[in-house]
């Protein structure tokens, strides 16, 4: 049978393209049973503070960077989205006196308008959201070099070649309400992928590139950074492919209940765990990563149950 339109936008594929039974099903898990999701290559955490959650999260840069040698640069590459781990980052440096000279960072997004990066001047910038809040935190003794940082540019050759030049130990995100990482969302209803969205192998040969952005996804940018007003969204982002997601070692999801809802927060688990992999559901292709994490605060994690509000 031919897949159905999407509720959201026809013109697009996303969720509400897959079969009714997977909704269903993620939306009858309790919380109880997240963690019961768990199978070798997909860790399940849950924390019970939304301060346990960040400092973790937080934690995961320490780790990467200490490993980081003359002859071994390591990396992390991280989201804007969520963003209150960044100044605990700046803090753990400066407390532990931890010399970044090998580490590396690469930002996974950028805005991208009139086929530019939007500058750092831009409300939006994530390049500048991430020195404000971290970076610039950071000892001047204790920073990594300039050259260090890589924040993707609409000619991506610079950041993809960056890649080469240092470990990523991590790969940090967020989730979506479209279910992507980064933004990497699901494609156009167009073309050759008129009647069935890309296939896993050939949406996993994407690379760094400019993406058009689904309109869930620019209305909830609106809604989590800009006060809901749409108009300041730009409609196109460069964004962190899979290629470069399959270069890092572990790819760790961080869901605080304020970018995701419940469901979605459901959904990705349970397709990642039963190998459910569509991409109508971008996060879902990670099943095929050797080393996901998903990390939970369980005061987001609220329910499915309808509730009339």
Known sequence: MPRPLSRIAPDWWDYTTLDADIIRDAAALPERDLAGLARPGFRVVLYDTLEDFYLAEALEYITAWKQATADDPVGI???????????????????????????????????????????????????????????????????????????????VGAYVASWKTARCAVMQGGQGDIKHWAFNDPLRREGKHKDAPPSPAEYRSLSTRVVDLHPITLAQNARTSGGGNITMVPQQAITVGPVQTWQAEKVSIWHAGTHDNPLGQRLTALMISKRLVDASVPMSLLADHPNVQFNYFRGGLGTCTVEMH
């Open 77 to 155: 590459c991280g989201p804007i989205g969520p963003t209150e781990q960044l100044p605990l980052v700046a803090r753990l440096v400066n407390e532990l006196g931890l010399n970044l000279r090998h580490a590396h960072f690469w930002g996974m997004d950028e805005w991208c308008e009139n086929g530019r990066e939007v500058p750092v001047t831009h409300p939006l910038s994530f390049e500048r959201a991430d020195r404000e809040l971290c970076f610039d935190r950071i000892r001047p003794e204790l920073r990594m070099p300039e050259a260090n940082l890589h924040f993707p540019k609409a000619d």
